[in-house]
């Protein structure tokens, strides 16, 4: 007992003491903050200043991180100009950068954190800094955070890596003064621009620029560009520094004719491709302009790089060049895949994908996007014609009439037994035609693979040709929206108040879940809803990646490719649209519409070979897409349903 009264007290005092160092070094740092705000703001703006997001939990756990944030922000506004010209937003770096270095040094010491001498882990030091304790995780908040918390901590997130990126660049150059090098970061930066625009063109000529997950992948293009030269910088920069430092990673040199070669796939690929079909002769010609000016920009960019190489030497030349050939094997993988993989994609595109972690000898030997996917085409149509031709004209044709009305229509349906292919005996399961009857309105829609639990598992009557069959409708349950055991069923899957039919495709899916083909009645007329989320880039929406939310009217498309890793999500949700109708008037309506996106990558860690799974996550925000969080698993399963609330 008395041991214990002792490391009670001595307890008490150490937190007493902490707890009063802490104190002591809020106050000081809340006064060097207030001279460095009223230094580095104009006067004229400190009272037009406006905390238009807060994050009241955050700022209660820790207030001195939150004074600093607001500050920092509040810097980075008032050196933000319009510029008349360019139409968009220019930030005074220079200043900037002075004022939040002055901050963030003046946090370090009142937190009496004592950076590291080496220049290689003083960054990663301030780098785990800024990353672990001055993001506010919006997660912390009310209801894990509502929509301009979450903008905002990925605002505040972008803030500091865009200052990190130029004070590293501006340490840079004055390294380079003070040892004579004669090295202009400012042309290779320009041409980098140049290079990011003339992609970015390229993207909108081949249809990038439509939908609303354009935004996805520009974001996604302009962060990698961006990520590979602040690797480079940083690279230079230690080097410079530390005699014995080393990339972590070495590049192979490739040669320029490899890459000239992939640029003239794609050009022969516009002109006789079928992928390209979308594209109409004027567009084609304007696709072609537009990679020929992005070829451009990259030999500039190449030529630049190669003129300051030359007036390098040793091993900081070995550096610079290691940096090079980090973006020739970035903009060969580009080629190589056409400039696909970026924003959504289908599964077919992505098998068709060369992976970022390729080896040298794949990624100089790999055939290119279009042979794949020339050879993805062929695979699929050899099967169908197989398929086809040994069985079409020797399948049974089994009758089925329903005894009840099903939405007051009268239900027949002619089915083309699997035959040899069937798995179990007497099982009912094949192509169909179902045909819909009643007063003034008839119609037949097609199903691809028709049965429900019934007919392929029960059933005892063998499925001869021309036998008919009378069979009561099993409805589907009240408390799901898309039934497993009925072949077809009518439901408000779209939440426009109106129920639309709903083919089921059975056993069509991804380990033999259910697909679904969903039609909208108007009128006596039929029309296939193909648009997303019934189509989708994962394929039909199925019972084995789909999921409805009833309350807050969304559709939720799981990336589950069948394999043991869990690759992402689509969500949908209603928006409102102001649409032109037939009438010449403007009227209001909602649409489905992505809203949300989690896009999970797939690398390996090359020293422990542990599958990372590097993750982006998108939300709407004012009709667009933008990125509002991203970082990286270390193993998700399958059926890990992350961050979907």
């Given amino acids: 007992m008395f041991l214990c009264s002792i490391l009670s007290c001595e ?48 700022k209660k756990l820790y207030p001195l991180e939150n004074d600093l944030i607001d500050t920092v922000c509040a810097i980075w506004l008032d050196y933000t100009i319009e510029d008349s010209c360019m139409q968009q937003s220019i ?32 960054y990663k030091c301030i780098d785990s800094i800024i990353t672990n304790n001055l993001i506010p995780d919006a997660e912390l908040e009310k209801g894990c955070g509502n929509q301009m918390q979450i903008n905002a901590s990925f605002n505040i997130s972008e803030i500091w890596m865009e200052y990190l ?104 690929a516009i002109d006789t491709k ?34 300051t190489s030359r007036k390098l030497y040793g091993r900081i030349k070995t550096v ?14 580009q080629l190589k895949n056409a400039f696909e993989g970026y924003g959504a994609m289908s599964n077919d595109v992505y098998s068709c994908l060369l992976s970022d972690t390729c080896s040298y000898d794949e990624l100089l030997h790999a055939p290119n996007f279009f042979v794949k996917w020339d050879s993805l085409l062929q695979d699929t149509d050899k099967s169908e014609d197989n398929e086809s031709d040994s069985n079409y004209f020797s399948q049974s044709r089994i009758f089925i009439t329903y005894n009840q009305l099903i939405n007051g229509y009268a239900v027949k349906v002619m089915c083309l037994s699997n035959g040899d292919f069937m798995e179990r005996d007497n099982e009912i399961s094949g192509k169909a035609l179902l045909y819909f009857e009643k007063e003034g309105s008839e119609f037949c829609v097609y199903n691809e693979c028709f049965s429900d639990s019934t007919l392929y598992y029960v059933n005892k009557k063998e499925p001869r040709d021309s036998i008919m069959l009378n069979l009561d409708y099993s409805p589907k349950s009240k408390n799901e929206y898309l039934s497993h055991n009925t072949p077809f069923f009518f439901s408000d899957v779209n939440f426009d108040g109106e129920e639309e039919l709903i083919i089921n495709n059975w056993r069509c899916g991804i380990k033999h879940c259910n697909t679904y083909d969903v039609y ?19 394929g039909k929406i199925s019972n084995y990646n789909s999921e409805f939310d009833s309350v807050n009217k969304t559709i939720t498309i799981h990336k589950r490719t069948g394999s043991v890793y869990y690759d992402g999500y689509y969500k949908y949700g209603l928006v409102k649209k102001t649409i032109l109708g037939s009438n010449d008037r403007l009227s209001k309506s909602t649409q489905l519409e992505l809203i949300e996106a989690k896009i999970i990558d797939y690398d390996a860690d090359t020293y422990t070979n542990i599958p990372t799974r590097p993750y982006r996550q998108y939300k709407r925000i004012k009709d667009k897409l933008r990125l509002v969080k991203q970082g990286r698993y270390n193993g998700v399963s399958e059926y890990d349903t992350i961050d979907v609330k």
């Fill in 320 to 333: 610079y060049d290691n940096a090079t050939y980090r973006l020739q094997r970035y903009h060969l993988i």
């Fill in 91 to 122: 930030v005074n770096k220079d200043s900037n950068d002075i004022a939040v270095t002055a901050l963030l040094q003046a946090y370090i010491e009142a937190k009496q954190i004592q950076l590291p001498q080496n220049p290689v882990d003083r």
């Fill in 274 to 307: 079928d992928y390209y079909d979308y594209l109409d002769i004027s567009s084609k010609e304007k696709v072609k302009v537009c990679l020929l000016n992005e070829q451009k920009a990259w030999n500039s960019l190449m030529k630049a790089r190669k003129n």
């Fill in 165 to 268: 990126r130029y004070h590293y660049e501006k340490l840079l150059e004055e390294l380079l003064k003070k040892k004579s090098i004669s090295l202009s970061l400012q042309t290779e930066q320009e041409e980098l621009d140049k290079l990011l625009e003339a992609q970015i063109n390229y993207f909108d000529s081949i249809g990038y620029d439509d939908g609303s997950a354009s935004y996805m992948a520009y974001s996604q293009l302009s962060e990698e560009m961006f990520q590979m030269r602040f690797a480079g910088i940083l690279d230079l920069y230690f080097a410079l520094q530390v005699k014995k430092y080393k990339p972590d990673k070495v590049y192979k040199s490739i040669p320029n004719s490899i890459i000239t070669q992939e640029y003239n796939a794609i050009l022969h």
């Fill in 520 to 538: 909208k009645i108007t009128n006596n007329e039929v029309k296939q809803l193909t648009e997303a989320p019934f189509v989708n880039p994962t």
């Fill in 11 to 58: 307890r008490k005092r150490q937190s007493s003491e902490q707890e009063m160092k802490d104190s002591l070094a809020a106050v000081n740092f809340i006064k060097c903050a207030k001279s460095l705000y009223s230094i580095f703001l104009s006067h004229s703006n400190l009272g037009e200043q406006e905390e238009d997001v807060t994050f009241p939990v955050f």
